[in-house]
């Protein structure tokens, strides 16, 4: 079998520590929601995983820009909506026949619908909850008459929605991962 690489080390680097630090925000985004740990203990591990969770986004916007990898995240399709079709009927139906994927990873790196999850993961959904967090932590830059209500509670709860989204895309993108050629 012949072998590709498609996912370069710093994706990988990058990759391991974020889904670490994604697993701690979820776990003490959670607590702090529900009380389930003591209130202290859970804000702190939030905020500490949190800026590091925004310092390693950086680190990724920059690399996939200087190494041309962001390409994949928002490259043209030919066919887009035939080629759509078909992954859909692929993932909800023909992926249970045992039937392989269409999608060549050697061509496209990402899947359409893989390069949709994965574009509004990284480019709307994670950077729309780094902003909401970070203004959580330095309340005072927004205008007090911005939102007309409580802006922190507008903040707030636009983070607690978009948590429940990104967690809601996380299980999509750890199915996805299950599936397709196997590439390295
Ligand atoms: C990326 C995944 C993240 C998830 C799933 C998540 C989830 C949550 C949840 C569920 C809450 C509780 C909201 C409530 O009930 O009021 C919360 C609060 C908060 N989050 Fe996040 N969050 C994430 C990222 C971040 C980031 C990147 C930061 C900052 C850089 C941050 C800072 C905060 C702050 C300051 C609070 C308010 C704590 C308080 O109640 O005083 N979060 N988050
Ligand atoms: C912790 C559990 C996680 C597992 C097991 C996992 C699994 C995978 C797998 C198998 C791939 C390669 C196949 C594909 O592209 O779908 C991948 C790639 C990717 N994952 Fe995850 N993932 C996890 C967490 C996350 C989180 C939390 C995010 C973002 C919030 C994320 C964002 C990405 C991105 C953007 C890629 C493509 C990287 C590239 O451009 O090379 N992953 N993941």
Redesign the pocket.
């Known amino acids: 079998m012949k072998k590709i690489t498609i996912y370069p080390l710093w994706t990988r680097i990058w990759h391991i520590i974020n889904g670490l630090l ?1 697993l701690l ?2 776990l ?3 607590s ?2 529900f009380g389930l740990l003591s209130l202290n203990f859970s ?1 702190k591990l ?2 500490f ?3 590091s ?2 310092i390693a986004y950086l680190i990724f916007f920059a690399a996939n820009i200087l190494s041309g990898n962001i390409r994949h995240y928002f490259a043209k399709h030919e066919h887009f909506f035939k080629h759509l079709k078909a992954e859909y009927k692929y993932y909800l139906w023909n992926i249970f026949l045992k039937q392989r994927t269409q999608n060549n990873p050697e061509k496209n790196k990402f899947s359409i619908v893989r390069q949709i999850i994965n574009a509004k993961l990284m480019y709307f959904v ?1 950077p729309l ?2 902003l ?3 203004l ?2 330095v309340p005072d830059v927004i205008d007090k008459s911005f939102f007309q209500v409580s802006d922190i509670w507008v903040i ?2 636009t ?2 929605i978009f ?1 429940y989204i ?2 809601i895309f996380f299980i999509l993108h750890l199915y996805l991962g299950t599936t397709g050629k196997k590439v390295s």
């Open positions: 994604f925000l979820l003490s985004g959670t702090l929601h804000l939030h905020i995983s949190g800026i969770i925004t994670l909850m780094i909401t967090g970070i959580m932590l707030s709860l983070h607690t948590g990104l967690t």
